[in-house]
């Protein structure tokens, strides 16, 4: 039977059900053979134990008498190996020794390839038939990242060789850093379901699933009755949206256990049943039917399967024709993986419940707000006013570490301490020995940093953008002390000192939170509110709201429509002289006051001071002796970086004395000399102003404003500049003065200097 509707532009919309009485015969008493394939690489090792535990739990509660399961591990290129093969309840292996290699060879490691297996998956499948040719086959396929070691052209061939092997196919695509596309294809290429989970929660029903589902009869291909246009047909099982990718004969390999409906556009106008055209919606709507109706239903799922092919335009025109004014809104804002995943849970959640279908109406020409308020302008808003500020401790923040883990050096003892020792032994110096160990005692000792307030409020003035990536992070000083050991040089056992702290808001485009825990001036709190967030709350002063902005869309379009190069150039020139100057009033404030605090050499001495050090209690602060836990993993990130003709590398040291030099003699400046020297003659002017006088705490004061000014110009700066960032790498747009991504010079004439500028985009691997 075929339903179907008249798009436009010689388009159809097609559902088209397959009757039961079409099937193959259906089998009795099957049993499921289920495949895991997990990701071993570096970058799950926050997530494996997790993983291991469930996959165990599942295995010796769930699995029925009559499925099996295999366990496939993989990393990097020929690091892969099965450590369970056809495993079932009544295996002579036992529970004990199953939960053994769980543990043993889910650990994870170096990089991430697929490819092989994928293919030791299909070597599986062909011995377990072997001794059990009636069985049906499952994968369930986990990673969080991309193949970095296969083309991906391979690891497409090896799912094609899988294909007619397996029976259903769960493809899961674990956090924001896996390769979506080639993920869709894979999943599409096996008929399978494809799911993106930020957290493990997200994911774990679809392994409880894979233990579940009850597949009672073989897939077979199935005609479909014209061809598909854009080479994908869908339907909705369980839930889930799945793809099919159809093959030269118009056929699709789908699992037909009853009736299915099955979904796809043609060009071609198919037989059957033509339901109307765009004003099929329109009646549906008005009449209540759209909660029922098939057709509709067919064109939700049609949402999410052009959105997992990042067809965005087809997505704009289907959303056109089913009319739905909440999702059109979001749409039209929406940009980046991280909301894109979230609008295609809103289209599932459509899908599924009836109710969450035209929430704000029907009107196919709804006109969303292209400036719509973002978390760009909140972070500007939130920027902009001293008197607001972040808490990171407070509880509702839920920080995660999302960088490399750090390991404390604590109890191990230097190769010089160890020399010291075994030359006191060898000596025989028995009367030094004991004082030599308490040393190295106090030196091996893990001190914890303990804070002096729990709830310690931070500037969000503070927030820094990163210079390459679509990263916003914090940097947070907090004020405590530690407990030192015993020591010899009488140094009390509490010891004040202070921590750094960074916190990223905002990783590759992606939202790492979506709460903060702020207080806010009257002014910001109104601003905020006018803009629909923090409803219900009433302003006080002091008080710490959690601002929750998961509805509101990172960028909007109209910052995508006016996107301009030139105004980026300009910003990026106008930051890097003010770089210059900070580096000018820095170098001459460390030159002037370095000396005004005292330093731990002259208030403890020389060897107590080392021993401090030895323990990371330095000037500065704490920062304890540690090492990085390498994931030995890579992940690709878009990074774009602005360079300016000749003044690209940073100011140093050797630059500011060469400008010195230079203006004693009159000689020629360097560029970047040149944009030093304003800075220099503005202070030599000022102290020139000072003459007769004791200036030394004025021009202390002076340095220090033009410090606290930097950075509050800087702030300014880096939020235009990175806003621009954000539009080419999550919005995927390119500068309205260029045609394409190919386009990436210009010259502007600034200062009476012709200066070039080059923005330079590409995708860089960064090792994890």
Known sequence: MINYLKVKNGLFFVNQVIKPEAQKEKLVEVNTHHIFVIDCSGSMSGQISTIRKDLYNKISTILRPNDSVSIIWFSGKNEFGVLLQDYTVNSPIGLNKVKELIDRYLSAQCLTAFKQPLQEAKKVIQEVTKSRPNALHSIFFLTDGCDNCWPTKEIMNAVSDLKDSVNAATIVEYGWYCNRELMSNMAQELGGIHTVSQHFQDMEPYMTKQFSNENKSKRKYVQLEAAPKFD????????????????????????????????????????????????????????GAFKTDDIVKGLYASLFAFSRRSDFNMVSEILKLTGDVNLIKIKANTFGTQKITELEQKIVDAINDENLRYTQGYNPDAEPAEDAYCVLDMIEDLMIDENNFFYPQHEAFGYKRIGSKTVSKAGKISDEDKKKLEDMLNGNNLSGLQDALEDVKSKTTDLKF????????????????NEKRANLSVQVLYKGYVMLPKN?????????????????????GICHTYRLPVSLSEATFKKLQSQDLLKGETFEKGKIYILDYSEIPVINRKMVDTLSAKEMFENEYELTKLQAANYVFTALKKRLFEGADKKFKETYGEEAAAWLESLGLKDYGFNPPSTVEKQNEEI????????????????????????????????SLTPKEALMEPALKEFNNFQDNLKGVDGTKITEDWLYQKSKNFRVTKNKLMTEISKAKFLTIVGKS????????????????????????LVEDKQTTIKL
């Open 636 to 667: 690709v990130v878009n990074t774009l970086e602005i360079k300016i003709d000749k003044l690209s590398s940073s100011f140093t040291k050797k630059d500011f004395d060469s400008l010195e030099s230079k203006l004693k003699v009159g000689t």
């Open 450 to 465: 303990i804070y002096n307030n729990e709830l310690q409020p931070c500037p969000i003035s503070d927030l820094v953008w």
């Open 232 to 287: 994908v047909a869908f339907n909705i099982i369980d839930g889930d949206v799945i793809l099919y990718a159809p093959n030269e004969n118009s056929e699709v390999l789908l699992g037909v256990d009853g009736e299915v409906s099955i979904f796809y556009f043609t060009d071609k106008e198919p037989t059957g049943k033509l339901l109307g055209d765009a004003d099929y919606l329109s009646k549906t709507y008005l009449s």
């Open 734 to 757: 390119w500068f309205k003065e260029f045609t394409d991504r190919s386009q990436n010079e210009m010259t502007l004439n600034i200062d009476s200097k012709d200066i070039k500028f």
């Open 488 to 508: 010899k040089f009488n140094l009390s056992e509490k010891f004040d000192t202070q921590i750094f702290r960074n916190y990223t808001i905002i990783k590759d």
